[in-house]
C-alpha cells in the first residue's frame, strides 16, 4: 500500500514570505495527487489535483500554485503568502487509472501559521 | 450546489454502546461514497468505501448504509471504544470527475469511559 509523506509538518511564516510544501509517495506509480486545505473545524477544500507529470489542474482561485516535477512528487508553493493562506495542508494520492472506484489517502498534512 | 453533509456536528456516546453518524448528500449521479475518520492533528484516515450499487458494506466494527432513494448514507461503529473519539468525515464522488472528493464538514465522536 502507498505511503504519502508531507514536510514539514508545522511551519510558522510572516506575512509576505515565499512557501514551498511537499509531498513524496512511495508504494505505487503513476498515482492521482490532491492538495487540500483544512480551516479549523471544517471540511476539506480540494486545491489541485494532477494525474501526471507536469498535468496540474486548479480547482479554485487562488494566491497558491502547484507543481508535478516528478511521478510520485506534489509541491504546493506560493511567491508571497498572505494571512489567509493559513491552515492545514493534506495532500492525498489515488491508485489506480480511469475512474476506477478508489479511495484517497492522506498524508498527515502541514499546519501552516502566517504571521 | 454539489454538497456533502453531515447531520450534526457532535455526538457524544457511552463506551460499549453502538454509534451511529449520518449523511447527506445533494448529487444523484455521486457514485461512491467513503468514510475517513480523522485524528487531531492527524490526516483523514480510510475508514470504509460503498459504491452505488450497493446498499450496505460491513467491515470490523464499522458498517455502511447507502441510502440512494433519499441521498442519505450513514456509519454505523459497534461497541464504541474512547480510540473510536475522531471527527468522521463523509466523502462522494461521482463517475468521470477523476476521483475528486467531495467532503462533508465532520462530525466529533466523543466515547465517554
Known amino acids: 500500500s502507498q505511503t504519502i509523506h508531507q514536510w514539514p509538518a508545522t511551519l510558522v511564516q510572516p506575512v509576505g514570505s515565499p512557501l514551498s510544501l511537499e509531498c513524496t509517495v512511495e508504494?505505487?506509480?503513476?498515482?492521482?495527487l490532491y492538495w487540500y486545505r483544512q480551516a479549523a473545524g471544517r471540511g476539506l477544500q480540494l486545491l489541485f489535483y494532477?494525474?501526471?507529470?507536469?498535468?496540474i489542474s486548479s480547482e479554485v482561485p487562488q494566491n497558491l500554485s502547484a507543481s508535478r516535477p516528478q511521478d510520485r512528487q506534489f509541491i504546493l508553493s506560493s511567491k508571497k503568502l498572505l494571512l489567509s493562506d493559513s491552515g492545514f495542508y493534506l495532500c492525498?494520492?489515488?491508485?489506480?487509472?480511469?475512474?476506477?472506484?478508489?479511495?484517497?489517502?492522506f498524508g498527515d498534512g502541514t499546519r501552516l501559521s502566517i504571521l | 450546489g454539489e454538497s456533502v453533509g453531515l447531520h450534526l456536528p457532535t455526538l457524544s456516546v457511552q463506551e460499549g454502546d453502538n454509534s451511529i453518524i449520518n449523511c447527506a448528500y445533494s448529487?444523484?449521479?455521486?457514485?461512491?461514497f467513503i468514510w475517513y475518520k480523522q485524528e487531531s492533528g492527524k490526516g483523514p484516515q480510510f475508514i470504509i468505501d460503498?459504491?452505488?450499487?450497493?446498499d450496505k458494506r460491513q467491515g470490523q466494527r464499522v458498517t455502511v448504509l447507502l441510502n440512494k432513494t433519499v441521498k442519505h448514507l450513514s456509519l454505523q461503529i459497534a461497541a464504541t471504544q474512547p480510540g473510536d473519539s475522531a471527527v468522521y468525515f463523509c466523502?462522494?464522488?461521482?463517475?468521470?470527475?477523476?476521483?475528486?472528493?467531495?467532503f462533508g464538514k465532520g462530525t466529533k465522536l466523543s466515547v465517554k469511559p
Open positions: 508504494g505505487t506509480s503513476n498515482p492521482n
Open positions: 494532477s494525474v501526471g507529470i507536469g498535468q
Open positions: 460503498i459504491r452505488s450499487n450497493m
Open positions: 466523502a462522494g464522488t461521482k463517475r468521470g470527475s477523476q476521483g475528486n472528493l467531495i
Open positions: 492525498a494520492c489515488r491508485t489506480g487509472t480511469g475512474v476506477g472506484d478508489q479511495p484517497q489517502h
Open positions: 448529487n444523484s449521479a455521486s457514485d461512491y
